[in-house]
């Protein structure tokens, strides 16, 4: 079975909260693999994910920027079967700003936990080449992975354009310029997930690898936190 993106959902304010949700058109279908990427201030850490089923979804890859204050994380949850409609995020404090893009797909491994690697990066100053931005890579253990990337431009609403093979996903450009994208991997390998941006400013990158139907038996998500 190949993978299919779904349906895709979107937020972001200015507002000052503790939480912010995503909801989605209609419930994620039964056996749906849900990732995300959320951004916030980095004065607070994220405490739950959680969903109107009380789902619970895992942090991927954290990653912190300290010289320009905003924290980026990617998360996800496999075979989810009960029908959720609404995503929430909780921090452990209030935030003046937070954003994010959630996609749901169909083809993947049928366990909750289905990932096969993630990380992230930011980069001062990527450039504006093709395929500049990058997460830098992993090595995914199986052929077929459902390739998932998401980008965010750290000081203006421009956004980023998916990297070459990828397509586009979500969107998101409230105070900063986010878009997700993915492609089917046909090999196992090194792999990364590239964007590319018209000017010039700081930038997050983050992949996920996600196993497709009828694949090997999942791993323990890789997990990463960066600071710089």
Not at 137 to 166: M, N, Q
Request: proline fraction near 2%; hydrophobic fraction near 35%; aromatic fraction near 6%.
């Amino acid at each position: 079975m190949a993978f299919g993106r779904t349906q895709t959902t979107q937020n972001g304010d200015t507002s000052g909260s503790v939480t912010i949700a995503f909801t989605f058109g209609s419930p994620v279908t039964s056996g749906g693999t849900v990732l995300g990427v959320v951004s916030c201030d980095n004065g607070a850490d994220i405490l739950t994910i959680a969903d109107d089923q009380l789902n619970t979804y895992t942090v991927v890859t954290n990653v912190n920027d300290t010289t320009q204050g905003q924290r980026w994380a990617s998360f996800g949850r496999g075979n989810i079967t009960n029908a959720p409609t609404v995503i929430t995020i909780t921090f452990t404090g209030s935030i003046g700003f937070r954003g994010g893009i959630v996609d749901e797909f169909s083809g993947a491994d049928a366990s909750v936990n289905n990932r096969d690697g993630g990380t992230g990066q930011n980069q001062a100053a990527a450039g504006t080449g093709t395929d500049a931005i990058t997460s830098t890579a992993i090595v995914t253990t199986v052929a077929g992975d459902l390739i998932w990337g998401a980008c965010y431009r750290e000081e203006d609403t421009t956004l980023p354009t998916a990297g070459t093979g990828f397509t586009n996903s979500g969107s998101e450009a409230v105070f900063q310029g986010g878009r997700t994208e993915y492609l089917t991997q046909s090999s196992a390998g090194s792999i990364a997930a590239t964007f590319t941006k018209a000017g010039a400013g700081r930038t997050i990158a983050l992949i996920v690898a996600v196993k497709a139907a009828g694949g090997a038996a999942p791993a323990t998500p890789k997990s990463t936190q960066l600071m710089m």
